[in-house]
């Protein structure tokens, strides 16, 4: 890089985005909460393997979710200028040509996640169709010039040939040294396409496979709702003139509904476009998706206790609906799992988990000791292991050992039972344990679920389903536990199948196959509270009066095995010993993190200041107002003091004393001006930044005096 200037001046060099260096992780701060370097260091290791492997196959997810929407959108780009790449002369083609190709792609309202979603699309788009990609953003196109340079800087960025980067003879044109202009535009597809299409054998790209000769130039507008009407109209009144010489096609990026098309373009524009819609699948299908791959599976050893998981799931629905953000949540969890717990060490695959056992350090052992879990199983035990536990470390490893295999086999069968729980659950009426499987999860996490009303509500319901509802049910059972990873379930899927032998045997009267039947079309019939209630009362006396059939008493047989399966393996997590080395249950610090409320930090950092800078002079006792604090802080808590109205001299003398206070009072005369100068630049400057952050405002009424914005403290 040359220096040359005719005068003397600071060179900057900025470094190539994919030629800076990413700072090296450490384990400091791991090592800032236990002195234990080593086991710090294993700590810091095991976390970042762990959201490694998480990360990985969130990605995985995302991209098995998209697939089917990418295929879509790949087959109609292959087929929206055919005409094009035939040089075809017929009249219906070159009728339907002056229409520009357009994909309405309804994304829907969780605009954190679209970036992602538009970055792996054009990802997918470089590989199978073109080169040529460009991704406008509104707040970057605020007239049709802007569009222009924006569209004109990208595509000019794009290379036909990886190796022709390398070539002498390659010329990248700047977008400054031309016009930006449609017109340009065609001269320079004219230019890189004859370019592709002259190259000798030996030269051609690889991905000629792949591209055509002269693909298409593809658009896509991130966030369609927020462009102006003008921008859209006139670029596509632009385009749609020169179609025959470029081919172009058009992506809407949508979050509301595909009418805002027709709302942001008059008919005579919007007629221009040859829209197909495509719609990508539910967030909430997809959050479904993450919590069954992340948290309902034994791959991964790390947990979500309830309350941490409803609060993740609670931003998910009632503010961005962004999976992106849910896993960001996630993640932060492990770090602060590991962070926050010692005994987190062990919180990895079983078999590393029983090799860190024989390792652990005494202090280690103490830890464990002191789980709330762990005393709870000690009280439990004869005086003589009790003793054994708290005084022996090797015989507590031994122990840890087999909890440790306790706590997997756990998880290992409570997927397989929560499971099974959820397909008998999740059709009946009113969903009275939710319809979907996370909000089971959460249910069997908080309590014991065979304890609440609305479990009692679903086994009623589930001794009232018809005979081809609950076969269905049972085969699906079946299959979750014969693909289990759990051992303790070939005796159940025996169970299971016998109750499928006997249904199929099972030859019922035509009186009491249409007892059963009326009596499931008059519940579904009857689906608010009371009148349920009272079908299920009527029930239960017409039951004892009457003999039940074989039919009834296989179905109660089968919910009342069920039912057992329930009481037996979905046991809440915290029951469980040691499960604090898993789970992560500090749902008060992901709050705080993920809710946080600005005013009361705001408020709390003006307010006491040594609660963020930890400086020991800024201890204050009580109300006292220290004058080693921020000159805004001082501003602040004597504005606290004041009125609707604050006047800005009597402002200005409170502050210059508390600031003076450490001076005493026999400070030099000689230079009392410019003590008082410095003091009232200080103050303006205090009261500047007030006002900028929203507490105060000038008043009209009093041209000395500033209006108090804020009440109560904060």
Not at 217 to 229: A, G, L, Q, Y
Not at 522 to 537: V, W
Not at 573 to 602: C, M, Q, W
Request: with cysteine.
């Amino acid at each position: 890089m040359s220096t040359c200037s005719v005068s003397k001046g600071c060179f900057v060099f900025k470094p190539s985005p994919k030629k800076r260096r990413v700072s090296q992780k450490t384990a400091n701060d791991f090592r800032e909460k236990n002195n234990d370097s080593e086991d710090s260091e294993v700590r810091f290791v095991t976390c970042q393997s762990l959201w490694n492997q998480i990360k990985s196959e969130t990605e995985q997810i995302q991209e098995d979710l998209n697939k089917q929407l990418f295929d879509n959108l790949v087959s109609f780009l292959r087929q929206s200028h055919s005409e094009f790449q035939e040089k075809t002369t017929e009249w219906t083609c070159r009728m339907k040509s002056r229409e520009i190709p357009t994909a309405a792609l309804v994304l829907g309202v969780n605009v954190t996640d679209h970036d992602l979603t538009f970055r792996s699309l054009s990802e997918v788009l470089q590989n199978n169709i073109t080169p040529y990609i460009a991704l406008l953003e509104a707040k970057d196109c605020p007239g049709i010039k802007n569009l222009m340079q924006k569209l004109m800087g990208q595509l000019m960025n794009c290379y036909v040939d990886v190796d022709s980067l390398e070539d002498e003879d390659y010329v990248h044109v700047s977008q400054n040294r031309i016009r930006c202009s449609m017109t340009s535009l065609i001269n320079w597809y004219e230019s890189v396409t004859e370019k592709t299409d002259s190259e000798t054998p030996s030269k051609k790209r690889t991905s000629s496979s792949r591209h055509w000769q002269s693909p298409p130039v593809v658009v896509i507008f991130k966030d369609m709702e927020s462009f102006t009407t003008k921008v859209l109209q006139d670029f596509i009144v632009i385009s749609s003139q020169h179609i025959r010489e470029l081919p172009l096609v058009l992506i809407f990026g949508i979050a509301t509904s595909p009418m805002i098309i027709h709302s942001l373009l008059p008919h005579s524009v919007s007629s221009l476009l040859c829209i197909e819609l495509f719609q990508s699948l539910s967030c909430k299908e997809h959050l479904s998706t993450i919590i069954d791959k992340l948290l309902l599976t034994t791959q991964f050893p790390f947990k979500l206790g309830e309350k941490v998981l409803q609060v993740l799931i609670n931003i998910f629905l009632y503010h961005d609906f962004s999976v992106q953000n849910f896993i960001k949540g996630f993640q932060l969890c492990i770090v602060e799992h590991f962070y926050s717990q010692p005994l987190s060490v062990l919180c990895c695959q079983l078999v590393d988990a029983k090799k860190r056992v024989n390792y652990l350090s005494h202090d280690q052992c103490e830890n464990i000791r002191r789980l709330p879990s762990f005393r709870r199983y000690v009280e439990g035990q004869v005086s003589e292991k009790q003793i054994a536990l708290l005084t022996s470390d090797s015989f507590l490893k031994e122990v840890t050992l087999k909890l440790l295999e306790d706590l997997h086999v756990y998880h290992e069968n409570y997927v397989s039972v929560l499971r099974c729980l959820h397909v008998f659950t999740s059709s009946l009426p009113k969903y009275p344990l939710g319809k979907q499987i996370r909000e089971l999860h959460c249910a069997c996490l908080e309590n014991q679920v065979w304890e609440t009303e609305e479990y009692e509500s679903s086994l009623q319901l589930a001794r009232m389903l018809n005979k081809s509802d609950l076969v269905t049910m049972l085969q699906q059972c079946v299959e979750i536990f014969v693909s289990s990873s759990g051992k303790e379930f070939d005796k159940t899927v025996e169970k299971l199948k016998d109750f499928l032998t006997q249904f199929q045997k099972l030859e019922e009267a035509f009186q009491e196959r249409d007892v059963s039947v009326s009596s499931q079309k008059e519940l579904q019939k009857k689906t608010d509270l009371y009148h349920l209630q009272k079908t299920l009362l009527e029930l239960k006396e017409s039951r004892r009066s009457k003999r039940l059939t074989k039919f009834e008493m296989l179905r109660f047989e089968v919910v009342d095995y069920i039912d057992s399966l329930v009481r037996n393996y979905l046991v809440p997590a915290d029951h469980k010993t040691l499960h604090e080395i898993v789970y992560f249950n500090t749902a008060s610090v992901l709050r705080g993190h993920l809710n946080a409320a600005p005013r009361i930090a705001l408020h709390t950092a003006l307010n006491n200041p040594y609660c963020y800078l930890k400086n020991q002079a800024l201890k204050s006792d009580g109300g006292s107002i220290s004058n080693k604090a921020p000159d805004i802080c001082i501003v602040y808590k004597l504005h606290l003091e004041c009125g609707r109205l604050i006047n800005l001299v009597d402002w200005l003398e409170a502050f210059s004393t508390v600031v003076t206070a450490a001076e005493g009072p026999n400070a030099g005369a000689a230079s009392s001006d410019q003590v008082d100068d410095i003091i009232h630049a200080r103050f303006i400057r205090a009261v500047s930044e007030l006002e900028l952050l929203g507490f105060i405002k000038p008043s009209k009424q009093k041209t000395d005096h500033v209006a108090r914005l804020t009440w109560g403290g904060c």
